[in-house]
């Protein structure tokens, strides 16, 4: 293990291990400055970094140089020499073992063209995530996101809104200071000031070996961000890409912006770890209603979106109606790092009568829970209880699999069980 400093452990770690002690190479990616290469370090006995010029064209020239060390050997931002790729295919060709190779990127390879074999069954991949509100002790972790899969029927803990010490000016702050370990450092005071500095750093290239360079070669930096900003404001929907062109063209940024060119940005954005879409969760109901198809759009940090959009805690509680878009997204980072610690993926579901549920948490046996996200009121609580509801009567009804179990995840106030079985849980009382 290479040694780090103080370090706060991931609940990846255990996604990691498993895939070290069952494939030749682990690739991690993720955003930028979101841990990866200090996670990695735990489980690394050697490390390539390449970070300086004369490395990096060290290891394009002579990409086997870069595998020498002890396994589990560590090459950071492997993709800025894409050659390695498949001089590890080929090494694990001749000689497989498990745990040798782990790989750390920022993004995807600029020239997939360069990596000539796929890795099948010798390279596996995996995302890591800001940190939830678990991982950076900020959440009580009462109730248990894998518990619910083995025991539906168990009783949780009830805890009282005057006993749950977090606020929606918390919550507030913590959409827009994000999960980022620069900002988990600093003082709560200057966190988002560091969140804002690791945004505005995202598309600013000081020298030929920053991360984003190739990326960002060729590209309008100011339309990227004013397509960042499209998707920031129409966070946690189904917007189609031609509402969005026509929300830039209305604003006035340009005054012309065809689809491809809009495409090519986006992929751009996915590629660097900043923006995803969530898919729909395909049903086949028996009825005349049909499911949409359309995925939500989601950021990898809410953060990214408030800082693109220069707003704040006091903006988002002066907009509740937006503040409940920022919200979703907000627990859906959470969910989603609880979900990859189990194996479970998530999908949102969306029919043409209007009938919704923010998240499905699918696991890879085909169990699966509902989940509605709320700004906690009686109103928006009592709606999401009656939607499960009508959600669940529709599965009974074509004779599929009820979901395991049906949760609401509320800002803040009390965490309780229904009368009817339904979870009301905070965001800070949740964990994998």
């Not at 012309?256 to 729909?280: H, N, R, S, V």
């Not at 609880?338 to 998530?346: E, M, P, S, W």
Request: charged residues 25%; aromatic residues 10%; contains cysteine.
């Amino acid at each position: 293990m290479i040694k780090t400093g103080k370090y706060i452990k991931r609940l990846a770690e255990s996604t990691l291990f498993v895939k070290l002690n069952s494939s030749g190479c682990v690739l991690v990616t993720g955003p930028k400055f979101c841990g990866k290469s200090t996670m990695c370090k735990q489980y690394a006995k050697s490390i390539v970094e390449l970070k300086s010029t004369n490395s990096i064209k060290l290891a394009n020239a002579d990409p086997k140089s870069a595998l020498i060390g002890s396994f589990p050997h560590l090459i950071d931002e492997w993709q800025k020499a894409p050659d390695i790729w498949n001089e590890i295919k080929d090494d694990l060709d001749k000689d497989y073992q498990f745990g040798k190779y782990i790989l750390t990127g920022s993004t995807t390879p600029i020239d997939p063209s360069r990596i000539q074999h796929s890795g099948a069954g010798r390279i596996s991949t995996m995302i890591l995530k800001p940190f939830s509100l678990f991982e950076s002790g900020e959440s009580k972790g009462l109730v248990s996101l894998s518990n619910l899969f083995l025991n539906p029927n168990q009783d949780i803990k009830t805890i009282y809104s005057n006993q749950n010490d977090i606020s929606l000016n918390d919550i507030a702050f913590l959409i827009c200071r994000g999960g980022w370990p620069i900002s988990l450092k600093a003082k709560k005071e200057f966190a988002i000031n560091a969140t804002t500095n690791y945004y505005e750093g995202l598309f600013v290239v000081e020298n030929e070996n920053d991360d984003f360079v190739l990326f960002l070669k060729n590209k309008n930096i100011e339309l990227l961000q004013i397509i960042l900003k499209s998707f920031a404001r129409n966070i946690s929907t189904q917007s189609k890409k031609t509402k969005m062109i026509a929300d830039i063209l209305d604003s006035g940024f340009r005054n012309k912006l065809d689809d491809d060119t809009f495409l090519t940005y986006e992929k751009t954005l996915k590629d660097l770890f900043i923006i995803y879409d969530m898919p729909a969760w395909n049903l086949n109901l028996r009825s005349t209603v049909s499911v949409r198809t359309s995925p939500t759009h989601h950021f990898i940090d809410t953060s990214i979106a408030t800082a693109a959009l220069g707003i704040g805690p006091s903006d988002l509680l002066n907009d509740l109606n937006s503040f409940g878009f920022f919200f979703e997204d907000f627990a859906v980072r959470d969910i989603s790092v609880y979900a990859d610690a189990i194996g479970g993926r998530l999908k949102h579901y969306r029919d043409s009568s209007g009938q919704e549920v923010d998240v499905i948490v699918e696991l890879a046996d085909g169990e699966y829970g509902a989940i509605e996200i709320k700004i906690a009121s009686e109103d928006n609580i009592n709606h999401a209880i009656s939607s499960l509801q009508k959600f669940e009567q529709k599965i009974i009804k074509s004779n599929l699999k009820k979901p395991k179990f049906k949760m609401i995840i509320t800002s803040h106030g009390a965490c309780y069980k229904t009368n009817d079985g339904i979870f009301v849980v905070p965001i800070n009382c949740l964990k994998n």
